[in-house]
Nanobody, 119 residues
């Protein structure tokens, strides 16, 4: 079982920055990935950014150049640095951790942290 605890959300003006953190505890294989998804009111949850245990990253087109995902493997923590925030970035941000064992994908989710960007 994997537990994820997020922190760092809040209210910020457009153009501002926030840094989200997600600390993972529990047992995961060495090959895994962690990421951030978000869900705005009335919209589906979408991937924002993901980083693999090997250091590969991918981002949603809407955040490329503004958000940066990074990880501290020693602390089992993943970060999302969000710059140049826009009102459209307002959402609940969820941390996700996952891995594959044989053909099965296991996913774990944090409780979510609210990010609100005012215009």
């Amino acid at each position: 079982q994997v537990q994820l605890v997020e922190s760092g959300g809040g209210l910020v003006q457009a153009g501002g920055s926030l840094r989200l953190s997600c600390a993972a505890s529990g047992s995961m294989p060495s090959t895994n990935d962690m990421g951030w998804h978000r869900q705005a009111p009335g919209k589906q949850r979408e991937l924002v950014a993901r980083i693999t245990s090997g250091g590969s990253t991918n981002y949603a087109d809407s955040v490329k150049g503004r958000f940066t995902i990074s990880s501290d493997n020693a602390k089992n923590t993943v970060y999302l640095q969000m710059n140049s925030l826009k009102p459209d970035d307002t959402a609940v941000y969820y941390c996700n951790a996952g891995y594959r064992r044989n053909i099965v994908r296991y996913d774990y989710w944090g409780q979510g942290t609210q990010v609100t960007v005012s215009s």
